[in-house]
C-alpha cells in the first residue's frame, strides 16, 4: 500500500512537470492581455517585416543549392501560403472545429503577401510546389480553389489528411508525406511553415519557420 502511494506521488509529480515544463520561457499572462499583444504584432506591420525577412533570407539560401529537374519545396497552408487571421480574430482567438471546417469551405483566405513572394520565386526557378497540409481532405476542393484564386496556380500535388490518418501527429504524418514524395524522384530542397511540426523529421532540406502566435500544432 505504502508504495503504491509513493508511486501515485512520483506519477502526479511527473504529470505536473509534464504540464508545466513544456515551454519554461513561457510566462502564464493574462488572457486578455495576451490577445491585445497578439493583435497588435499582426495589425502594426511586425508579422510583416518578420516574414519579408525570413523569405529574404530563405531565397539567399536556396540561391547558393544546384538544383535539379526534380527539386521541390513544401508549403504549408494555414498560416503560411494563406492567412486565417481575420477569421481567428473574428472568433476571439480560439478553435471551434465546426466553424473552422465552414471558414476552410469559404476558400477565402487570403495569401501571405511573402510567402507568395517565395512562391513567385521558386515558380520563376521551374521549382516543383508541393502542398502538405492538416487540413482534412474533405475541404480539398475548396482549399485548391483558395490557393488558386490567391495566385498559387501552379503545383504538383495538394496532400491532404485523410479520415483515417488523423490519429497520428502532424509532425508525423508530415515526415511520411515527405519520404512518399523522395520514393516518387522528388528532391526536396526546402519546407516551409509555420508551425515546428510542419519542418521536424526527415527529408525537410532548408527549415524556414514563419512566426505564429494563433494556434500550436504538435
Ligand atoms: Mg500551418
Request: charged share 25%; hydrophobic share 40%.
Amino acid at each position: 500500500m505504502k508504495s503504491l502511494k509513493i508511486y501515485t506521488v512520483i506519477f502526479l509529480a511527473l504529470l505536473l512537470n509534464s504540464c508545466t515544463s513544456t515551454d519554461p520561457s513561457i510566462k502564464v499572462m493574462n488572457l486578455g492581455a495576451a490577445k491585445n499583444a497578439v493583435q497588435a504584432y499582426y495589425e502594426s506591420g511586425e508579422f510583416d517585416r518578420e516574414c519579408a525577412k525570413i523569405i529574404d533570407d530563405a531565397i539567399n539560401q536556396i540561391e547558393k543549392i544546384k538544383l535539379t529537374d526534380k527539386s521541390a519545396v513544401v508549403f504549408d497552408i494555414d498560416e503560411t501560403a494563406l492567412s486565417n487571421y481575420e477569421y481567428t480574430k473574428q472568433i476571439g482567438f480560439g478553435y471551434i472545429h465546426q466553424l473552422w471546417n465552414e471558414w476552410q469551405q469559404k476558400g477565402i483566405a487570403p495569401a501571405i503577401k511573402d510567402t507568395k513572394r517565395f512562391y513567385d520565386y521558386l515558380i520563376s526557378k521551374n521549382i516543383h510546389i508541393i502542398f502538405i497540409s492538416g487540413r482534412n481532405a474533405g475541404v480539398g476542393e475548396a482549399t485548391k480553389k483558395n490557393l488558386i484564386e490567391q495566385g498559387y496556380t501552379k503545383f504538383d500535388a495538394l496532400i491532404l489528411r485523410k479520415d483515417n490518418e488523423s490519429k497520428i501527429s502532424a509532425a508525423e504524418w508530415k515526415a511520411a508525406k515527405r519520404k512518399e514524395l523522395i520514393s516518387k524522384g522528388y528532391n526536396i530542397i526546402a519546407c516551409i511553415g509555420d508551425q515546428d511540426s510542419d519542418l521536424a523529421g526527415g527529408n525537410t532540406g532548408i527549415k524556414i519557420k514563419l512566426p505564429s502566435y494563433l494556434y500550436l500544432l504538435d
